[in-house]
Every structure is written in C-alpha cells, then in structure tokens.
C-alpha cells in the first residue's frame, strides 16, 4: 500500500524522515539519500527541525568514511567552487581548528606568499572563548574583510603580494553556513564526521590545491584529549586526499594561550613584533613549523626561516594589508581603561589555563556572544609571565584592556583561578607545543 504521506504529495517530508530514521536506526546513508536530504535543506524543502534531528543522529551514529565523503561534496555541491589554477603559482592556506591567542595566520600568510605561494585564506570572525582572524585584522584602519571574487583573484595573482585573509562569499557552501547555524543551537557540534565535513568543505571549495591543518588539542581546543584530536586530524586529512587537495595535518598543543596575547589588536601588534623578527618564542616557533610545512606542501624549497629573518614577510604583511584598504602604520586602537592583576605569592607559575584566558578577553569586550554582535578593538589580556618563569609577590600577571571596566572584578577573580603557582623551585616542564603530524 502507498503511505498516506506519498499520496499527498508530501513526498519531501516522507523521504526526509525516511532519511533520519536510516541514521537513527544506525544505518548506512546511500549517496542519493545524502544529495538529497542536503540539497533539500538548502533550498528550505527540508525542514530545520528535519536536518536538526538527523544532525543528532549523525552526532550518536556516526557516518563511515564514504558517508563522510559524500557529505562533504553535497556540501560542496550547495555552492560554487573557487578556481584558481592559472596564478603561476602553487596555492595553499592553512586552517586551525581554533584556540586562545592563535594569531598565526597574521604572520604566517605573508611569510608563505613570499616563500613564492598564492595564499587564499577565507577566515572566521570570533564566537565564544576563541578570537576571530577577521575581527583582529578589522582592527587595522581602513581593513576591509569583504572582497568580490575577482578581487581576491587580483591579489593573489600578484606576485609582490600574493596573500589574501577575507571572509569566505555567501556562495561558499552555503548548506554548510545553514548546517553550522542549526548545530550551534542542537546540541549537535561535537560530531567529529560533522566537524571536518564542515571545515573540509569550505576549504575544498575555496580551490587550494595544498592545505595545513592546524588541529588543537588541549583546554583551550574543540579537541580536549590527544585521541580525539588525531581522529579528527585523520578525518579531515583523508577528505582532503579523497578530494584532491595535498593535506596534511599538524597536532599542537592548546593547554597554555599561545604567545602574550589574547585579544584583536593586541594580538596584531604582537604578529607585527613577529614579521620583524622578534615576537614570543612559541608564536615564532608554530609560524614557522606551519610555514614549513605549507612551502613543501607547495612543492617549494625554500627555508621560511631566512624570509622571515630578512624583512622579506615584513614587505608582504605591509602590501597585503594596503591591497584590502588598511593602513599598515597606523596606530592600533587602544581601550579606554586598563588594571593590572598581580602574584598574590612568591613561587613558580606552572600553569595558565588557556580557556580561563579566552573568556576573561571576551568577557572584557574582545569576543562576541551572538552572531553579529560587535566587537571592542582593543579589549583583551596582555599576558607577563608563563608557565615555567618565577613569580614573585605582586609581580604582574596579566594587564586587562576593556572600554567597559565594569568587567575587571569578574574577570580579575575567573584569572586568579586561571593560574597555579607553585613554591619556588618547583619543576615545571615545559610540554612540545608540537605533538604529532599527520599525512594521508
Ligand atoms: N568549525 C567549522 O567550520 N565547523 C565545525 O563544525 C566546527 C568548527
């Protein structure tokens, strides 16, 4: 007998709850059942709730590897691909999955382009407890994140700058912007086919032909533990083989924020210390351990080392900041208002819990609650003293920067508990900011 629901005519929601009761059952999705259900959401036939429940049972099932796949590409699929074969040169980008006071792609995008890559970066504003590539860059006058495809394409194109860091077009797999959103809201984020599904598909659109991944792992990461780092590490290492782009993925640590900085122009001034050849060791160290990694990706043989050490990354940085309107000597917005939080003992500090960072700057004004709320420039925590130094009663901490002072009582009491110092002369080993790496 014909179900009640095909004869009618509401074919759309019989087969989209046929498509979750697959998953929900712990079956295997077929190719068509994935096309479907996702180019469905994408044109509003499948219901939010509809995508929202099979997005749960995908979080308790699972997908297989060639489910995975066929996700990414319908994903894919929703949108249009970015080309960008003809620049003469090789392109590749570098994703991080995201953690507290990683400014990496500030240095890291000039320092490649002038290695002799074309660096297509599409980033992410901030949410929650981790800080946004495009808000820190906003900090910069006249920087604009919004550019047209051709424009992008002009840029990188250009063999005096060749690096781009914008916002990614409303066109770039949409159903995955849709997708993200409704997860946000359902409890369905840690999904890990879900997660590298997501951030694959933006980049396999985006038309890099190479690309790094930078998983975190840690407090201050998605990923907490070493194992669920790795699988998603894997996952995404293996779209990307299966789609063609030269992937490899980097595992490093997110325990302690990185550098001395947490927040948007703070950490643009320290990126800048960084192309000038000074900066924190461990922000110089993961530049340049991903900037390797990009250039042999790239098929190129070079040492980022040198280019960074002449000033060669220092003229990119300035010309690809000019080339989306900003000034790269202007001044860097400053907070109005600024307080200190100091060792309430002599001792070592042997811990600083990156996640008690993030919030403490976003709490100040330097992150977002919502989508689209605004940002304070120059909010954020500037960090003195990390894991391993000596501390002495009084010794400042942190310095809070904020528009809104209201914040540095609460935020002042969440750092203290941020922060272990032990008695003096206690060993604190310092733990490899690189862990392990992943090829497909
Ligand atoms: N970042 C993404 O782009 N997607 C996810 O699912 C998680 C993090």
Request: aromatic content about 2%.
């Amino acid at each position: 007998m014909t179900p009640l629901r095909a004869t009618l005519g509401t074919v759309t929601a019989l087969d989209a709850v046929s498509v979750i009761a697959t998953k929900r059952d712990g079956g295997e999705l077929s190719d068509s059942q994935i096309d479907w259900v996702v180019a469905g959401f994408t044109r509003g036939a499948v219901a939010d709730e509809q995508m929202a429940a099979l997005a749960m049972a995908i979080v308790l099932r699972g997908m297989t590897r060639r489910e995975t796949a066929r996700w990414t590409a319908a994903m894919i699929a929703s949108g249009s691909r970015m080309q960008f074969s003809g620049l003469g040169r090789p392109t590749v980008d570098k994703h991080s999955t995201g953690g507290v006071g990683d400014k990496i792609t500030l240095p890291l995008a000039p320092l490649v382009a002038a290695c002799g890559a074309a660096v297509p970066q599409l980033s992410g504003r901030g949410l929650g407890h981790t800080g946004g590539t495009l808000d820190k860059l906003e900090s910069i006058a006249g920087w604009q994140a919004d550019l047209t495809g051709d424009r992008m394409r002009e840029i990188l194109a250009d063999p005096e700058t060749g690096a781009v860091v914008c916002a990614a077009g409303a066109d770039l797999a949409p159903a995955d912007k849709r997708l993200y959103a409704l997860r946000d809201v359902t409890g369905t984020v840690e999904s890990v086919p879900l997660i590298a599904s997501s951030i694959m598909s933006k980049k396999i659109a985006e038309g890099t032909s190479g690309l790094v991944l930078d998983v975190k792992v840690g407090a201050g990461a998605f990923m907490k533990s070493l194992d669920s780092a790795r699988e998603l590490a894997t996952a995404m290492v293996e779209l990307g083989a299966d789609a063609g782009v030269r992937t490899v993925a980097v595992l490093t640590a997110m325990d302690t924020p990185l550098g001395r900085s947490a927040g948007n122009a703070l950490e643009v001034a320290e990126s800048v210390r960084v192309l000038e050849g000074g900066g924190p060791a461990d922000v110089v160290e993961l530049t340049l351990a991903l900037a390797r990694e990009m250039v042999a990706v790239a098929g190129l043989d070079i040492d980022p080392a040198d280019v960074l050490a002449d000033g060669r990354a220092m003229d990119r940085w300035r010309r690809m900041i000019r080339a989306q309107g900003g000034d790269p000597d202007a001044p860097l917005p400053k907070a109005k208002h600024t307080e200190v939080v100091r060792a309430d003992r002599d001792g070592v500090l042997t811990r600083m819990d990156a996640m008690g960072v993030g919030l403490a700057a976003w709490r100040l004004g330097a992150g977002r609650a919502r989508q689209g709320d605004p940002v304070q420039a120059g909010a954020g925590v500037e960090i003195h003293a990390k894991p391993g130094d000596p501390v002495t009663k009084n010794t400042p901490l942190f310095t809070l920067h904020t528009d809104t002072p209201h914040t540095f009582p609460t935020v002042t009491n969440s750092l203290t508990t941020a922060v272990t110092i032990a008695p003096p002369q206690t060993p604190t080993p310092t733990p490899p900011l690189i862990l392990e790496r992943l090829t497909p």
